[in-house]
């Protein structure tokens, strides 16, 4: 996995063509020193939060952020200005070569996960699997009908995986359509199986302004990952 060491010296060259995802095991850094990388606002939350786990994937996922996109940007971390869309998605407003600098972060259980690009909206989420979950209740609740029949036609010693991929897929769509769940779960359909060379199209019940396309990414035990970007056929450059 990836140490500080790499991520201070990483430089990725960033294109509209491609995204480059990295993966951090949390474990493998320490939180004290990605404190000097935050911003006051980011330094006030962090102190905010209670609960030592909750601080440590703050302040470390952030700080790994900061590093990276100043690594491109050519800016001190502190110094890059964070915004936030309507359902909270994190934004930029720098650029590279005249394009917008697009990202999205995801942590859950041990593991960061940090898509970057140029002018490629983009969506990332990363789930540890819990196998006490009662994912059929929901999947009920939460996934289309199309996504429904897809896990009930599932093996039963599957299901609880293929629970995880649908999940993340979505997760990651709405992350990078910046709607949030305020889109409704059950309003679009995710592919169960993707051509991760090409992308699979997300079917939505509702026009939007960009087609949007699935990626699977690399495999981690008890975890699922996926991408979604608006862009297809891009050249996806996986760290870790």
Known sequence: MINIDQVLNAKPILTNQKIHVFF???????????FPYLSEDEL???????????QQQFVIARGLLRIL?????GKEPPEIIFSYEQHCKPVIKDKVNNQLVEFNIS???????????LDNKVGVDIE????????????????SDIEN??????DK??????FYCIWVRKESFI?????????GLERFSVPLTTNNDAGAKVNTSMPLDHDWFCYNLTRLNNYKAALTTCRQDCDIIIYK
């Open 24 to 34: 951090f095991q949390l474990s493998l850094f320490c939180s004290k020193n990605l």
């Open 128 to 143: 540890k699997i819990d196998p006490r979950i009662d994912y059929q209740s929901l999947a009920n609740r939460f996934f």
């Open 149 to 154: 029949q897809a896990l009930i036609n599932m």
């Open 175 to 183: 992350k990078a359509t910046g709607k949030g769940v305020a889109f």
């Open 157 to 162: 010693d599957k299901q609880l995986a293929c």
């Open 107 to 117: 942590h859950s259980g041990d593991y960061i996960l940090i898509a970057i690009t």
């Open 44 to 54: 006030v939350r962090a102190h905010k939060l209670k609960v030592a786990q909750r």
């Open 69 to 73: 996109l100043s690594n491109s940007l």
